[in-house]
């Protein structure tokens, strides 16, 4: 499996056929995915305005890229810290772990995972990580609050209403009907006039 950042430098790669940078945003977008694949893809689409026809504009691809990489440079610093500790704690002989927190224990892609690839949070991904992991360290729980967005949550074991972010994270078993067609139109960035309304 090649590395995040080597993907992202393909993605950057003007030389490169458009085609080709657009998988290796895939590539990113597997190893860094705060909505989960799906969720995480559309956004990109519609905050970078990736289009239809790529030539149209290839440095979609770039300020997609750019955008995870921010995500990312929240959240590895914290995951670090996270395994850092860990091993203190092995090391003194403590097995099992404190509570891991909920952002690690899904390898943290799915931080903020959206069942429903069209309903996620609309900021930007790296202000999103970063007040999840903000409320987290405040001790904010997904019991009571969505981490995400920060309201009261009424109704346990659903999606949040307001920014699609589900408190189970990618173990969540509830699922989107007719999900595969709605995909098959969000990876042909086929979203017509929507994404013009979401990107406005
Ligand atoms: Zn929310």
């Given at each position: 499996m090649?590395?995040?950042?080597?993907?992202?430098?393909?993605?950057?790669?003007?030389?490169?056929?458009?085609?080709?940078?657009?998988?290796?945003?895939?590539?990113?977008?597997?190893?860094?995915?705060?909505?989960?694949?799906?969720?995480?893809?559309?956004?990109?689409?519609?905050?970078?305005?990736?289009?239809?026809?790529?030539?149209?504009?290839?440095?979609?691809?770039?300020?997609?890229?750019?955008?995870l990489?921010?995500?990312?440079?929240?959240?590895m610093?914290?995951?670090?810290?996270?395994?850092?500790r860990r091993?203190?704690?092995k090391?003194?002989?403590?097995r099992?772990?404190q509570?891991?927190?909920?952002w690690?224990?899904?390898?943290?892609?799915?931080i903020?995972?959206?069942?429903?690839p069209?309903?996620?949070?609309?900021?930007?991904?790296?202000?999103?990580?970063?007040?999840?992991?903000?409320?987290?360290?405040?001790?904010?729980?997904?019991?009571?609050?969505?981490?995400?967005?920060?309201?009261?949550?009424?109704?346990?074991?659903?999606?949040?209403?307001?920014?699609?972010?589900?408190?189970?994270?990618?173990?969540?078993?509830?699922?989107v009907?007719?999900?595969?067609?709605?995909?098959?139109?969000?990876?042909?960035?086929?979203?017509?006039?929507r994404?013009?309304?979401?990107?406005?």
């Amino acid at each position: 499996m090649t590395s995040f950042p080597a993907q992202a430098n393909r993605v950057r790669d003007s030389t490169l056929p458009p085609q080709r940078r657009l998988y290796a945003l895939r590539e990113c977008t597997l190893h860094c995915a705060p909505y989960g694949f799906r969720a995480t893809w559309h956004h990109l689409v519609v905050s970078a305005r990736i289009p239809r026809r790529l030539a149209d504009d290839p440095d979609a691809l770039v300020r997609a890229a750019d955008e995870l990489q921010r995500a990312r440079d929240v959240v590895m610093p914290q995951v670090q810290e996270y395994a850092e500790r860990r091993r203190r704690e092995k090391a003194v002989g403590m097995r099992a772990p404190q509570a891991p927190p909920p952002w690690n224990s899904w390898g943290w892609c799915g931080i903020a995972y959206c069942p429903d690839p069209e309903h996620h949070p609309a900021g930007p991904l790296a202000t999103v990580v970063q007040g999840v992991l903000n409320r987290y360290t405040a001790g904010i729980t997904v019991d009571t609050h969505c981490l995400a967005c920060g309201i009261e949550r009424r109704r346990p074991g659903r999606a949040c209403p307001t920014c699609g972010v589900h408190p189970d994270g990618p173990a969540a078993r509830w699922r989107v009907p007719s999900t595969e067609e709605r995909w098959r139109r969000i990876w042909r960035r086929d979203l017509g006039n929507r994404s013009e309304t979401l990107a406005s």
